[in-house]
């Protein structure tokens, strides 16, 4: 879609606003979702909209010093940034030609702003909190970078708009019937992805009291709930473009994103958590097979 | 949600916020937190209420303080408070807080809790059921409403008071200057 400078601006101040409200809703249903496998009626759909008000007006007795701040700003200002460039149901409006590695790169910087705060909390159960997400990190990134190489070979290109567009028309020209292995893959490690079980050790509230969140409260909770959501955002709509086709419109685009969380919410409902090596053992060696064995046929076949 | 409902979230989102989303410390006090792990999963599923476990003092504003109070607990039990942010409310569960309960003339716990934190509401019986949790979350509600649920104003206003009674089962507690914003320095 050919935009204006004023619409663009538009959709840059408009996007993050509905990943944000996208997200917020899944996060919503994710708690009813849940509450309803596990037999329980469940908070209202909006309750994670009354947690973030309640966080908002919380008055923190504490001050962890500028780079505790900056952090959680970092954090959220990664995770909004993100959301711009991630093309959502015909919208993109900063596209490049290589948008596709500065979404890869840019998905680091919520993490790392976590980190950054977390470290200056000087709680030890938040350096644990961090060293675990980076050693996952360090798991579901080899994978899923091989699947986003098998992506980039195969449609010849290293923009987000173009992989989506050479998707177009039927069914089948979909990533996932394409590319049936590095889909198989990045689904394998999706979990990891979003942070929940069985991965979710990394902010797990009773081993570590809650990671890198531990010292966080108020607002700056809040802020991370927020880049929290934005960041399901991130990753549900990354596996959309890549592997279902993205869509022409939002409505189709959300329908989408909504199958694939469903999903992610009933694996998250239903499984128990594995520890750090567990988790390493299983991300480097089913999900890396898929995705190698997916980036050597792309190759391949494409040469 | 009724309409009356939506005038009164307009009116004061904060009040609407702190009302519905109460998330508990999870702090093991006494053994009526035997409770606790009932109210929170599938049976009584506490969350359809809003309240939530937390992990972490810094994250919650409900804290249950189930069952006797050692005079070691007593110690941590302050620190947490301390570490949550305002506002925030206290709840004795059971008799023990109350008046000591069975432990009336135990040598290591403390008889009435309010006399060291600032206690919004009682939940009394040995033990409560787990529908009293319930009905305690209720009657803190109205008493947001009202405007009734201030211990954290008490505590800063009368922290003489309580810090005089904490220290003198406590004396090793560090003191601290009011002036220079004590709850501020004390959590750190």
New interface residues.
């Given amino acids: 879609m050919p935009a204006t400078t004023g619409l663009k601006i538009v959709y840059i101040i408009g996007l993050p606003v509905a990943g944000f409200l996208i997200a917020v809703l899944f996060l919503g249903l994710s708690r009813k979702i849940t509450a309803r496998i596990q037999r329980r009626y469940g908070p209202p759909l909006y309750q994670p909209i009354i947690d973030v008000v309640k966080l908002l007006t919380q008055k923190e007795n504490i001050s962890h010093g500028l780079l505790f701040d900056l952090g959680i700003v970092l954090s959220l200002g990664g995770a909004v940034i993100t959301v711009v460039f991630i093309p959502a149901g015909g919208i993109y409006p900063l596209s490049t030609s290589g948008d596709f590695l500065v979404v890869l790169y840019l998905m680091l910087l919520s993490p790392l702003g976590l980190a950054l705060a977390a470290g200056a909390s000087a709680n030890p159960n938040a350096s644990i909190g961090v060293s675990r997400k980076f050693t996952l990190a360090l798991g579901y990134e080899v994978p899923f970078l091989m699947a986003a190489l098998a992506v980039m070979t195969r449609f010849g290109t290293t923009s987000l708009v173009e992989v989506v567009s050479s998707q177009q028309g039927s069914v089948l020209a979909w990533g996932l019937f394409v590319l049936p292995l590095p889909a198989l893959a990045t689904f394998l490690v999706l979990p990891a992805m979003l942070g929940i079980r069985p991965f979710d050790f990394v902010a797990a509230p009773q081993e570590i009291a809650s990671g890198p969140l531990v010292e966080l409260g108020g607002k700056y909770l809040a802020f991370a709930a927020l880049q929290g959501a934005l960041h399901t955002y991130i990753v549900v709509a990354l596996f959309v473009d890549l592997f279902l086709g993205g869509a022409a419109n939002m409505l189709t685009f959300f329908a989408k994103m909504l199958a694939v969380f469903f999903v992610g919410v009933c694996i998250n409902a239903v499984l128990p958590r594995v520890r750090v090596g567990q988790a390493l053992r299983y991300l480097w060696k089913w999900p890396t097979i898929f995705a190698f064995a997916g980036l050597v046929i792309a190759t391949i076949t494409r040469g | 949600?009724d309409r009356e409902e939506i005038l009164k979230i307009l009116k004061s989102?904060?009040n609407?916020?702190?009302k519905?989303?109460l998330?508990a410390v999870?702090f093991c006090t006494g053994c009526g937190v035997v409770e606790i792990p009932p109210v929170i999963?599938?049976r009584w599923?506490a969350?359809?209420f809003?309240v939530l476990?937390?992990?972490?003092?810094?994250?919650g504003?409900l804290f249950l303080i189930t069952g006797y109070v050692s005079v070691k607990t007593l110690g941590a039990i302050i620190r947490t408070y301390?570490?949550?942010?305002?506002?925030k409310y206290v709840v004795g569960f059971g008799s023990c807080p109350v008046n000591g309960g069975m432990y009336w003339d135990s040598y290591n716990t403390i008889k009435h809790l309010d006399q060291y934190l600032p206690v919004d509401g009682w939940i009394a019986g040995c033990m409560p059921r787990p529908e009293a949790i319930f009905v305690a979350v209720v009657h803190l509600w109205q008493m947001i409403d009202k405007g009734m649920a201030v211990g954290y104003k008490r505590y800063r206003e009368n922290y003489d008071y309580y810090q005089r009674n904490q220290r003198a089962v406590l004396p090793h507690l560090p003191k601290f200057d009011l002036s220079q914003d004590a709850?501020?320095q004390r959590?750190?």
């Fill in positions: 949600m989102p904060a609407w916020g702190q519905y989303s998330w999870y999963t599938s599923d969350e359809r809003g476990p937390m992990a972490t003092p810094r994250q504003n301390d570490q949550m942010p305002d506002p709850l501020v959590s750190r």
